[in-house]
């Protein structure tokens, strides 16, 4: 019997042809409404691969519905909606796209921040709902982003990848891991800084973490109050790293100057959420790696670790290294 892989979304066909060839491929046939978790788990119970989204919640429930299941191929870099220790016990391969999303969500990160602080929305609005009556010395004035001082949460790949954005526009640079990376020091001129000194000296706060029990509620109000008045924060890592709440509150209390948003809490966030209704909050909905090129990419690769796996192949992104093939 062909193993059988099952996708949870719509993929184009021109993608997915190799894996056609070899093996039985089905598809939830919808590219914008996520896979219901009893398809979800009557898919999982007959299935050798998933490839799936980070919509998707691939739990214990999923990874012990049948007794198949070999490789969980993830859409994205950050897999906190894949429970990996579920998989480890059931020796189940889970894959992610790291490495060719990385310029993309740089990009992304540094146009976000560039917005933020020249205020985009809200000039590009002004001019299309006709309030532009007249140049005036500070109409729409943002804040500079050239030799200002970005502070950067989770110096991986991302991290770097927007530092070095960040250098080209004369940028101090610090950052805050779990271990120092000297040769990200010497490369990009990036100054260690511990948490607290990170948020208290930095203009443009830019958080790229996994989320992780550790990073979870990183950012409360508490840690709001320690960054200057003027400070822009902007978040393209996962939602929960922020107290939305908190958040709010310093927004609307003048803690901090603005925010810019690619992820939340509750994605797609609801169109009532207060954050919304703030002229000094840009919010993206998850696009950080969405260009045509890269996640034509990221599936590429996705398909790309299904094929290894299933053909006892290593697979060139796993994320639970201690995974071998039984
Ligand atoms: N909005 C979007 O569309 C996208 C969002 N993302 C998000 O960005 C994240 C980062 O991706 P990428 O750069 O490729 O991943 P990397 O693993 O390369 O980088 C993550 C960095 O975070 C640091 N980190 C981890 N835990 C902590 C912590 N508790 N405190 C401080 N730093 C921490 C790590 O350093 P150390 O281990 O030393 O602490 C590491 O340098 C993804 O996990 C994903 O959530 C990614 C792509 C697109
Ligand atoms: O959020 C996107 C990812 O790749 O992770």
Same mark, same amino acid.
């Given at each position: ?31 914008? $409404?996520? !896979? ?6 009557? %898919? ?25 299941? @070999? ?22 391969? !889970? &894959?992610?796209?790291?490495? /060719? ?50 502070? $950067?949460?989770?110096?991986?790949? $991302?991290?770097?990848? /927007? ?14 891991? #779990?271990?120092?990376?000297? %040769?990200? %020091? ?29 990073? @979870?509620?990183? *950012?409360?109000?508490?840690? *709001? ?12 890592? #996962? ?23 690619? /992820? ?17 909050? $840009? ?18 690769? &996705?398909?790309?670790?299904? %094929? ?7 697979? @060139?992104?796993? !994320? ?7």
């Amino acid at each position: 019997m062909r193993p059988y892989v099952y996708i949870t979304r719509k993929l184009p066909d021109a993608v997915i042809k190799t894996l056609k060839q070899k093996f039985t491929v089905n598809m939830w046939d919808h590219e914008d $409404i996520s !896979v219901p978790k009893d398809v979800l788990l009557a %898919e999982a119970k007959k299935a050798d691969a998933l490839l799936t989204m980070l919509t998707d919640a691939v739990d214990e429930s999923v990874l012990s519905a049948g007794e198949r299941l @070999k490789v969980i191929a993830n859409m994205a870099v950050g897999f906190d909606n894949v429970d990996i220790e579920a998989a480890r016990r059931r020796g189940i391969a !889970v &894959c992610n796209t790291p490495d /060719v999303l990385t310029a993309s969500t740089a990009d992304l990160t540094f146009a976000l921040l560039m917005a933020t602080a020249r205020r985009m929305e809200e000039a590009a609005r002004f001019v299309k709902e006709g309030k532009w009556n007249s140049w005036s010395p500070f109409l729409l004035a943002g804040q500079d982003v050239h030799h200002k001082t970005i502070g $950067i949460v989770g110096m991986g790949k $991302i991290g770097e990848a /927007v530092a070095k954005r960040a250098g080209g526009f004369d940028m101090n640079i610090l950052y805050h891991n #779990r271990s120092q990376k000297p %040769e990200v %020091e010497h490369k990009l001129g990036a100054v260690y800084a511990t948490f607290d000194e990170l948020v208290s000296k930095a203009d443009f706060i830019v958080c790229l973490t996994p989320l992780t029990p550790e990073t @979870k509620n990183m *950012f409360t109000i508490d840690v *709001f109050r320690e960054m200057k008045k003027t400070a822009v924060f902007i978040n393209v890592s #996962r939602g929960p790293v922020v107290n939305e709440q908190d958040l709010y509150e310093a927004l609307t209390t003048g803690e901090i100057a603005a925010a810019g948003l690619d /992820v939340f809490e509750k994605e797609p966030i609801g169109r009532e959420h207060p954050l919304l209704t703030l002229n000094n909050v $840009i919010a993206l909905p998850h696009i950080g790696s969405s260009t045509i090129e890269t996640r034509t990419a990221m599936m590429t690769l &996705c398909v790309e670790n299904i %094929e290894s796996i299933l053909t006892g192949k290593p697979p @060139k992104t796993l !994320v639970n290294k201690e995974w071998q093939p039984v």
